[in-house]
Each structure stands twice: as structure tokens, then as C-alpha cells.
């Protein structure tokens, strides 16, 4: 089995984030953001009592999270990784 086939047949866990930018990235929704950061939405929300998820913004009963926002999240991240 070459690695197209494989990568077919076993995709990756997590996807890459596209080539855009934050401009013309579209806000995800809590599920895409946790389809694209392989976590549970359980999890999400315990690290959301935590005050450890990325800012939301609320379009009438719907939460987004920009790329902008995402991003900020990952470096927070790194930062408390070195930290510890």
C-alpha cells in the first residue's frame, strides 16, 4: 500500500489548518474547532469552566470561534506547556 492509499484509508487525527488568513478564514463553530483540535466537546467544556478556551463570539444563539482567536489559544497553550 503507497502513501496515497494510505492516507486515504487512515487519515490523519488531526487536519492541518488551511493556507488563509484570518481574513478569510470563517469562524468555526465549537464543533468544527473540536473536530480540528481532535478534543471531545466534553472536554471543550471543561476547559471552557477552566477559562482555558479560545474568546467566543455569539451570533444570535450560535458560538463562533475566528482564526484569529484559535490561534491566540494555541500560543497560550505553548506558553503554559514551557511553563511547566
Same mark, same amino acid.
Given at each position: 500500500?503507497?502513501?496515497?492509499?494510505r492516507a486515504d484509508v487512515f487519515p490523519?487525527?488531526?487536519t492541518t489548518p488551511s493556507r488563509k488568513t484570518a481574513k478569510d478564514a470563517p469562524p468555526m463553530t465549537i464543533d468544527e474547532f473540536c473536530k480540528r483540535y481532535a478534543l471531545s466537546r466534553s472536554h471543550y467544556f471543561e %476547559?471552557?469552566?477552566?477559562?482555558r478556551?479560545?474568546?467566543e463570539?455569539?451570533?444570535?444563539?450560535k458560538a463562533l470561534i475566528t482564526a484569529t482567536s484559535a490561534r491566540e489559544w494555541?500560543?497560550? %497553550?505553548?506558553?503554559e506547556q514551557k511553563a511547566m
Open positions: 500500500m503507497n502513501a496515497a492509499m490523519p487525527a488531526i %476547559l471552557k469552566q477552566q477559562g478556551t479560545p474568546a463570539i455569539r451570533v444570535g444563539r494555541e500560543r497560550r %497553550l505553548e506558553t
